[in-house]
């Protein structure tokens, strides 16, 4: 039995030892890990950070860009405007070189088809229209304005050179001009050779500069504001009249006629106008469809980092989840090997009583045999003197004899008995001693999993201490029960 138990001993002090090193084990694995863990942690801290910044960056590029672009957009539209105010100055400057190309050309018509010409009477009523012929070189933009001057003074100078001709109407005005345009127009080519001499030409020279002095007035004369106001008031469609009762306004088809003019240019230009707006509303609508776009992306990317760092933050708080439980676990575990200590602690005590108990036991036993010897010695004196038979004294001693022999067996079993008990109690202090070690030196689990080997052990130990007893007890009863039986007889 006491070769049994050593092995058990041994066996489970293997199993506790093994265990412990895989426990060590796992628990160098779990640090590591919580290492790796910890430091990939914080490099993905330092990631968003990185990218936090970047994106920061990046906005403050993004701004920079969009203030750089508004800027030169708006240059860009400046230097359009400006351009187009050159083109139309350009437009205005052809314009006149053209008007005054016609002027000539019509003058010259003019003294080509009535050399007796009275220039005297046509710079009056020039200065009698100037305000007509202001309107119209204000007035010039389209191609049908700028052809009207020239009509205008055609009709002048027929009017002169043809007294007796009366414009009725100014629809006869505008179908009379017509007419004598197109008859001009026709009598170039057959009265170009007709022109004057140069001595009528060097007489009448001061008298066509003070005609082309009139027209070029009429033709640089620039606008006011205060002109603009006047001619956008209500008596701008209205001519006066010099009556026996005094001014009064009349209608004039002509100015409304130019009026509606006007009207149509200015239309025309506000339709440009807003042809522009729209073009530039549609390009700043595109700007912020782009503008939206990136939002969003930088939306998406910072929601994605969001979402990763909250799945780290689960991480990290499910890892500190597990360190609590197996925290809780290593607890419990030296609680058990508590409760193993004190229970070994409890075993020890019994096997001190139980060897106690052998002891009196043993002395009782030595007691008894010292009674059965003086016992045995009183009867053998009394057999002897009353016995008169040899053989029945030869029997007795050859039982004499024997019964030493029996208490060397008896002494023998009894030093059987005390040597496994000294090995069993120390190998007892040798298992109090690695539990200690346990105790103190905790171990650690890897997975997480609940192991509890103690439990097996404990019971292991306390089941072969309390075997051991019952062996002990057995050993001595046989031991005592001879002597019973003899002391009996």
């Given at each position: ?204 020279l001061p008298k066509v500069w003070k005609v082309l002095i009139e027209l070029l007035s009429h033709q640089s004369a620039n606008i006011s504001a205060a002109d603009i106001c006047e001619e956008e008031s209500d008596n701008r469609c209205f001519k006066t009249i010099v009556t026996p009762k005094g001014p009064s306004l009349v209608l004039s088809v002509s100015k409304t006629f130019f009026r509606l003019k006007e009207l149509i240019i200015e ?146 079993c009894n030093q059987k008995v005390d040597e496994p008990c000294e090995d069993e109690v120390e190998t007892d202090d040798v298992l109090l001693s690695e539990n200690s070690t346990l105790v103190d030196h905790p171990i ?46």
């Open positions: 039995m006491s070769n049994d138990l050593r092995k058990e001993y041994e066996r489970q002090l293997a199993n506790i030892r093994t265990l412990r090193e895989l426990y060590e084990e796992r628990s160098r694995i779990h640090r590591r890990e919580t290492k790796l863990l910890k430091s990939s942690i914080t490099e993905k801290d330092k990631e968003i950070e990185e990218n936090v910044r970047i994106i920061s960056e990046l906005q403050e590029r993004v701004q920079q860009l969009e203030k750089d672009d508004s800027h030169k957009y708006d240059t860009i539209k400046s230097l359009e405007s400006n351009l187009g105010l050159a083109k139309a100055e350009c437009r205005q400057f052809q314009a006149e070189l053209t008007v005054i190309n016609q002027l000539f050309s019509h003058i010259l018509m003019a003294f080509s088809s009535s050399p007796d010409l009275d220039l005297d009477k046509l710079l009056k009523q020039l200065e009698a229209h100037h305000d007509l012929l202001k309107d119209i070189v204000s007035n010039e933009v389209s191609s049908e304005v700028s052809s009207a001057l020239p009509k205008v003074l055609l009709d002048l100078v027929n009017q002169i050179s043809l007294e007796s001709q009366d414009i009725s109407t100014d629809s006869d005005f505008g179908n009379a001009t017509e007419q004598s345009a197109k008859e001009c127009y026709e009598l170039v080519p057959a009265t170009l050779h007709n022109l004057n001499s140069p001595a009528e030409i060097a007489e009448n239309k025309k230009s506000l339709e440009k106008d807003m042809n522009n707006l729209k073009q530039l509303n549609t390009h700043l609508e595109t700007r912020l469809q782009d503008q939206e776009k990136r939002f969003d992306v930088v939306s998406s990317e910072l929601s994605k980092t969001w979402n990763f760092v909250s799945k780290l933050q689960k991480e990290h708080q499910l890892l500190h989840t597990q360190e609590q439980i197996l925290r809780y676990e290593l607890a419990q575990k030296r609680k058990l090997l508590k409760e193993l200590k004190e229970e070994l602690e409890y075993s020890r005590e019994k096997w001190q009583q139980a060897r106690e108990k052998n002891s009196k036991t043993e002395k009782e036993w030595l007691v008894l045999r010292k009674e059965f010897a003086a016992r045995k010695k009183t009867i053998i004196n009394l057999d002897e003197n009353n016995s008169v038979e040899s053989g029945y004294s030869d029997e007795k001693e050859e039982s004499s004899d024997e019964e030493p022999g029996y208490e060397t067996d008896i002494s023998e650690q689990n890897e997975t997480g999993s609940e192991i509890d080997p103690t439990h097996s052990t404990d019971f292991t130990l306390t089941n072969n201490d309390d075997n051991h007893i019952l062996a002990n007890e057995n050993m001595n009863q046989s031991v005592v029960k001879p002597f019973k039986m003899k002391l009996q007889e």
